[in-house]
């Protein structure tokens, strides 16, 4: 069964930078396609980015060239890079795996790591 641990959130001011880690456990990771989403109060859970278990990459539009997904094979790991991290930041990011990489639709997830953007 897999497990996904998320793990980096926390305050952070406009403009900075902030790394977010998900470790997956009970499976292959390398076999997987990867994909981190958000939550922000009051709002549905939205995607954010994808990485193909070839490492090809697909990031919505609100944070294309602010963030980068990355994995770590060797460690099971996922990252998500945030750069210029904005107020309209704040959410319950959360990483999942993605079956069907077209739909990029989250299939198992994590518990989430909270990310709080404010001066």
Sequence with gaps: QVQLVESGGRLAQPGDVL???CEV??????DYNM??????PGKERA??????RSSNRYYA???KGRFTIARDNSR???YL???????EDTAVYYCATIIDWDSRRGDSWGQGTQVYVSS
């Excluded at 456990?25 to 390398?30: A, E, L, P, W």
């Excluded at 995607?47 to 193909?52: D, E, L, P, R, S």
């Excluded at 890079?81 to 107020?87: A, G, I, S, V």
Aim: glycine residues 6%; aromatic residues 12%.
């Design 19 to 21: 790394r977010l880690s």
């Design 25 to 30: 456990s009970g499976v292959t990771f390398s």
């Design 35 to 40: 994909g981190w989403f958000r939550q922000s």
């Design 47 to 52: 995607f954010v980015a994808a990485i193909h």
């Design 61 to 63: 539009d609100s944070v």
């Design 76 to 78: 099971s790991t996922v």
């Design 81 to 87: 890079e945030m750069t210029d991290l904005k107020p």
